[in-house]
């Protein structure tokens, strides 16, 4: 079991235990951490000088269609009704098993390339057990930890016979991936379900989904809407009544939702994602980061679609903090309230959004999220000197509000190096044959789709 030994400039934690050090050290022994401390005294097989940089750990990134990495861009002008139109209604229908493969090992080398070292992959566009197998090919040649979250199609405007909101997940898909190949919780990848629910499937879809992730042990989530627009109004007052909602169930935006709302799902003990950049961008509701936490729930964050905005959890967590930050000082004022003396949203706890709370939403935190001894080695080393960084006085200040994916130096997933010296270790050859394929495969949806990007150059 090869040893390592990182001698870091700061060292970040986020584990309350041991804490953040300057001049720390974090001893890995195979694919977990063995120590962390100051002077540790260790011999390892190999040493890193990380005196120059903020060791912390990996991002997570809780809710990502990364099936969607090959229409980066599209949509940075579209509004809701467009997505549906343009991507479920036409684009999606065209994707082929390998076009899935490609879109998730692109998608995911991206995000461990600005730092991200766990992917919950939000998989909604299969409609086929190869469709499914290719998805997860990707994630693990990638070298991510990754959950997919195997999700189904809804080509709204096309359906025939049945529509998509009164359509149980499918079990044979399910059931095959985890008595097979997704078997193991302890895997680097894992299984999850990505469901209607109630604001998208009918009531009884939404029992049977979630009957059939509790019996395979899995955790399921689902995407709200407006409340105007639920299949089921009131649906997750109706799920916690009937005991379907719980810790198990992960709800991603949440914009519509008011005070009620959110305590029926903290009182539950269901998470909440949220997306910010893309709820800022065209949801009609606030982002619910701010109210979930005032009513004590621990958010999670995630980039969701990168047709609209940047892939970057960096990016994210920043915009995150701020939009809460605002929020807070604005409601203070509005209650009539003096001017508040303290910042109300600390740096250290959007942080916990981008690291141990996604994977408190996914049950990983006892794996990751914290450089504690015992867990994974999933580790991410950030360039404290250069231009945009230096110089660093508080290494928590500096990740979170001056950081972004180009600091990013070294990123150690289940104890293997995935990125060093500024470089994935993919191996250049590999990645430009594979950098091709994406630009081929989104080339040809399109045409396919006959879409075309309305202002690109002729």
């Known amino acids: 079991m090869k040893s390592t030994l990182i001698k870091c400039g700061w060292l970040v934690t986020l584990d309350p235990d041991i804490g953040d050090l300057k001049g720390g050290e974090l001893l890995i022994a195979g694919n977990a951490i063995k120590a962390a401390g100051r002077s540790l005294n260790a011999t390892a097989d190999e040493t890193i000088d990380a005196s120059d940089k903020i060791v912390m750990p990996g991002l997570v990134n809780a809710h990502m269609h990364t099936w969607e990495t090959a229409l980066r861009g599209i949509a940075v002008e579209w509004m809701s009704a467009d997505y549906f139109k343009n991507v479920h209604s036409n ?59 195997h999700g189904t199609a809804k080509p709204i405007g096309l359906e025939t016979g049945t529509p998509f909101t009164h359509v149980p997940h499918p079990r044979e898909r399910v059931e095959a991936l985890r008595k097979g190949r997704l078997a193991s919780d302890d895997a680097r990848v894992t299984l999850a ?4 629910g109630p604001d998208w499937g009918a009531w009884e879809v939404v029992e049977h989904d979630i009957r059939m992730a509790r019996e395979f042990g899995l955790v399921s989530s689902s995407h709200t809407r407006r409340r105007e627009d639920c299949v089921v109004p009131d649906g997750y007052a109706k799920m916690a009544k ?27 003990g269901a998470t909440l994602t949220s997306t910010v950049l893309v709820e800022l961008h065209h949801h009609i509701g606030d982002a619910m980061v ?35 930050r605002g929020k807070e000082v604005r ?36 794996k990751i999220g914290t450089l504690t001894p015992g867990k994974k080695a999933d580790i ?26 180009g600091n990013v ?40 789709g006959n879409y075309k990007v ?5």
Not at 246 to 268: C, E, F, I, K, Q
Not at 416 to 439: D, P, Q, S
């Open 91 to 149: 684009l999606a229908t065209r994707y082929k098993p390998e076009d899935n493969y490609i879109a998730n090992l692109m998608g995911a080398l991206a995000q461990i390339d600005a730092g991200c070292t766990t992917l919950v992959d939000w998989c909604h566009n299969i409609t086929s057990i190869e469709h499914a197998e290719r998805a997860v090919d990707g994630l693990i040649d990638s070298g991510i930890r990754a959950v997919f979250a």
């Open 380 to 405: 991410v080393m950030l360039n404290a000197d250069d231009v945009n960084m230096a110089p660093v006085y508080d290494p928590v200040y500096s990740i979170v509000e001056i950081a972004g994916a």
């Open 290 to 324: 701010a109210a979930y936490r005032e009513q004590g729930g621990a958010p999670s964050l995630g980039i969701d679609v990168e047709l609209y905005c940047s892939g970057q959890m960096f990016r994210e967590m920043q915009a995150a903090l701020l939009f809460a």
């Open 331 to 366: 409601n203070n004022a509005l209650r009539g309230n003096s001017p508040l003396k303290t910042n109300p949203v600390r740096s250290r706890e959007a942080l916990e959004w981008a690291t141990i709370n996604g994977a408190k939403a996914f049950k990983l935190d006892g």
């Open 409 to 448: 130096d070294t990123v150690i997933i289940d104890g293997v190096i995935r990125k060093r010296n500024g470089k994935l270790t993919f191996g250049e050859a590999e990645y430009r044959r594979r950098l091709n394929e994406l630009k081929e495969s989104g080339a040809r949806i399109m045409r396919d």
């Open 242 to 268: 009937a005991g379907l909602l719980g810790p198990d169930h992960n709800l991603v935006h949440g914009t519509s939702y008011d005070t009620a709302d959110l305590r029926v799902v903290v009182d539950n």
């Open 193 to 196: 379900m990505a469901i209607l």
């Open 454 to 458: 309305a202002s690109a150059p002729h």
